[in-house]
């Protein structure tokens, strides 16, 4: 195209905001130059709605091509019309221009929209957007919506979807007499949360309530409601449509229940609501095959980008078959009373992508933001009390041997934030489980004492990780005071509890070191503490393994807030940051302790946990069932050497498991057994063959045990590692 072509097309079609951002713009007028150019060269179809025009012309300059599906909204009302308004007017006695807008409504969308629920341009306050206009005026088969937050997406497509509802007639074949049976259209809703869902239809359902007319024409729902809840949202008219509603993000429930019901559904309208953060996999494994089945089927999805590069990305910029609306935050009518406000509680980051609608890199960031949006569920705080509760919710396969952890964070403004985080594993996965926050105002080393207490009894938890930072001295006070009550006669249940806290609660210096031990060689690894909490927590959400209720979003935030700062000059280790102060990080910091508290007790990191992410078939010689001490197990090995007759001096390293003592060597060799770690006379003979073998092959190994108890664990998991307290101390290098 030429550049002077493209000059125009910029200039006229599209408009750029106070920020700088380019984006369609709404009103457009194309000038005439461009109309004859796109007739000749790409026969523009010029009898049609002015939008129908814009949308063409973009295509063609986005593309080169337009493959886009549509009917074309027609220009103006068809000949004859007048006549029509005049009769209409004189047989029902209206006047003509209600006359006219009857006859306009039974051909233009945003007509009858604006007859049936009262929208008026002269209406400052209830008035439909000129870009909301022409997304209910679109008669695409694949229209995808890129807009800011509370631009009015979800509203301008309830609209549409009401206008479907009452207007679409699928041919359903003939009845008994011959005549052909018109049914309404099957419309289904997909939102990746509960809220967005339940918005939606409460919206639906108070445009509708405008309407007395409309309104008889529901046969769902009880009382007051126009729809169903059970087993999904459900709206159902008289001429046989319905609107359902499903929720994707239990798609990832993990035992892949939910978003089943979404399965094999067919549909002649789909809406995705905030696509971008519906999974990847619900789209392809419920959407594609709706789609595939029924291509007719039409295809209406909106969303805000949340920073990653997936379908909806795919479908905005590089699918030449949808029409793609691309419009920032800042197109809304009343931005100038909101914009401030906006900005205030925004990183520069999120700011471009939430409000502008930029597809932006998060290059920054620490924690992805598809991490992020894929760790939000369905569930709230208050709901992980119950465990039978918090199974079925989150489909979870077993609470039981669930290992919790408390993270305690505290600053001078920010208040002290206390993170719960429960690690199950049978599901191998981590969910967040309580979040406190104890404001600044209240801060006294009391206070914060009750409430560690509280949760303490509340949660029994494993381990409780707390920031050194400001908390020394009162970190030694709760201790002290836990030791003293150890004495005391009739202890409540609570008291009880409280006596542990002296053994769970560690307190942990950011900037001092730690050790870790290499599970595999054994080896030491040093890192330092902030270090380890970040990548550990990077780990974990990474791999998708971390849950937290979706209305937390303060922990989102400081999620997002997270960057790299810069990199250290000499080691090229990252200095972590925060991009908006405000936002802060505090929260974080109390689910990264509580995190990494567990993993540094309970993983195989921690040298405390029996070895059970390798392959455990050591060629050790053959060992009876009973228990035999260390100093048997030294004897048998030097007399067996000795028959060898091994040249040379022979050094034998006596193995002490545990603390050294030979009843905790006598315990964890039990657990070994236990746990099928330690052979026995039935499994020796089974692996006899191997135990021969000179060389065994590591592959096979991995083969073998794949799976099984002996075999390889994902590193993020956990298991219980041998209490600490109660064979004297274990050292923590980070203390
Ligand atoms: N044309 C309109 N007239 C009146 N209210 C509107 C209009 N468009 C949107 N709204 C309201 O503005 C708010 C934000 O709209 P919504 O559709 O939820 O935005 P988005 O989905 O883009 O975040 C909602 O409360 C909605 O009811
Ligand atoms: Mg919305």
Redesign the pocket.
């Known amino acids: 195209m030429h550049p002077k072509l493209r000059k125009l097309i910029e200039k006229h079609l599209y408009t750029t905001n106070e920020y700088g951002v380019e984006h369609q713009d709404p009103s457009a007028k194309v000038p005439d130059e461009l109309l004859t150019y796109f007739k000749r060269e790409h026969s523009l179809k010029t009898d049609v709605h002015k939008t129908c025009i814009t949308c063409q012309i973009r295509q063609f300059q986005k593309y080169g091509s337009n493959r886009i599906k549509c009917s074309y909204i027609p220009r103006k009302l068809p000949d004859g019309a007048a006549s029509k308004i005049a009769e209409i007017s004189k047989s029902t006695n209206i006047p003509k221009e209600q006359a006219t807008k009857i006859l306009k409504a039974s051909i233009d969308p945003v007509a009858w929209t604006e007859l049936m629920f009262g929208f008026s341009d002269k209406d400052p306050k ?4 000129n870009y ?1 206009k022409e997304q209910i005026r679109c008669t695409s088969k694949r229209l995808v919506v890129r ?1 800011g ?8 497509i309830a609209l549409k979807l009401i206008y479907y509802a009452f207007n679409t007639k699928l041919d359903r074949g003939r009845d008994a007499q011959g005549n052909t049976v018109y049914m309404g259209p099957a419309i289904m809703i997909v939102t990746p949360y509960q809220a967005q869902l339940t918005n939606i239809f409460e ?1 639906m359902e108070k445009l509708v309530k405008r309407n007395v007319e409309l309104k008889s024409e529901i046969t769902s729902g009880t009382g007051d409601s126009l729809y169903i809840k059970t087993p999904t949202y459900k709206m159902v008219f008289r001429n046989g449509c319905t609107i359902q509603g499903f929720v994707s993000g239990i798609g990832i429930r993990s035992d892949g229940s939910g978003g089943g019901t979404m399965r094999g559904q067919s549909a002649s309208i789909v809406y995705l609501d905030e696509m971008d953060m519906i999974p990847e996999e619900v789209l392809d494994k419920v959407i594609n095959p709706i789609l595939a089945t029924t291509p007719e089927t039409i295809l209406i999805a ?1 969303s805000t980008p949340i920073g990653k590069k997936g379908k909806f990305h795919e479908w905005c910029s590089n699918r030449d078959d949808f029409r793609e609306d691309f419009l920032p935050s800042s197109v809304i009518p009343h931005w100038e009373e909101i914009k401030e406000e906006v900005l205030r509680d925004s990183t520069q980051e999120s700011f471009m992508a939430e409000y502008m609608a930029v597809f932006v890199e998060d290059l920054k960031g620490v924690f992805k933001k598809e991490w992020v949006y894929n760790a939000r569920l369905d569930y709230t705080y208050d709901e992980t009390y119950n465990d039978g509760h918090l199974k079925r919710k989150l489909g979870l396969k077993s609470t039981s041997n669930c290992i919790k952890a408390i993270g305690i964070d505290w600053n001078k403004n920010a208040g002290t934030e206390f993170y719960v985080v429960g690690f199950y594993p049978q599901d191998r996965i981590w969910i967040g489980l309580d979040a406190v926050n104890v404001p600044h105002s209240e801060f006294s080393a009391k206070r914060w004492i009750r409430e560690l207490v509280d949760l303490n009894h509340k949660w029994k938890p494993d381990h409780i990780y707390a920031d050194e930072g400001y908390g020394h001295t009162i970190i030694e006070d709760i201790k002290y005071q836990s030791y003293t009550l150890r004495a005391k006669k009739d202890k409540t249940p609570k008291e009880e509890e409280t006596v542990l806290i002296a053994d769970r609660l560690v307190s942990f210096n950011f900037s001092s070191n730690i050790k870790l031990k290499d599970p595999i060689t054994n080896a030491d690894i040093k890192k330092s503490g902030k270090h380890f909490l970040v990548e550990n927590a990077v780990r974990i959400l990474q791999d998708g393994l971390f849950k937290f209720p979706v209305d937390d979003l303060i922990l989102k935030d400081q999620f997002f807030n997270y960057i790299v700062e810069k990199r250290n000059k000499q080691t090229n280790k990252p200095v972590y940051g925060k991009q908006n102060e405000k936002v802060g990080d505090h929260r974080l910091d109390a689910f990264m302790l509580a995190l990494g508290g567990l993993v540094l007790e309970e993983s195989i990191y921690s040298g405390n946990q029996m070895t059970p992410s390798m392959p455990t078939f050591h060629k050790i010689e053959a060992l009876k069932v009973a228990y035999r001490s260390p100093n048997d197990e030294i004897k048998s090995l030097y007399d067996q050497k000795k028959q060898q007759a091994n040249p040379g001096a022979l050094n034998i390293l006596k193995i002490m498991r545990g603390g050294g003592s030979e009843e905790e060597d006598r315990m964890i060799k039990e657990k070994y057994k236990q746990q099928g770690l330690w052979p026995d006379d039935r499994k020796r003979s089974r692996s006899r063959s191997i135990n021969k073998e000179e060389e065994f092959s590591l592959l096979e190994g991995i083969n073998t045990y794949q799976g099984t108890q002996q075999g390889m664990q994902p590193i993020s998991e956990l298991k219980h590692a041998p209490k600490r307290g109660r064979f004297g101390r274990k050292k923590r290098s980070w203390r």
């Open positions: 209830w008035f439909l957007r909301q807009e937050r509370r631009s009015g997406k979800t509203f301008a919206e909106t």
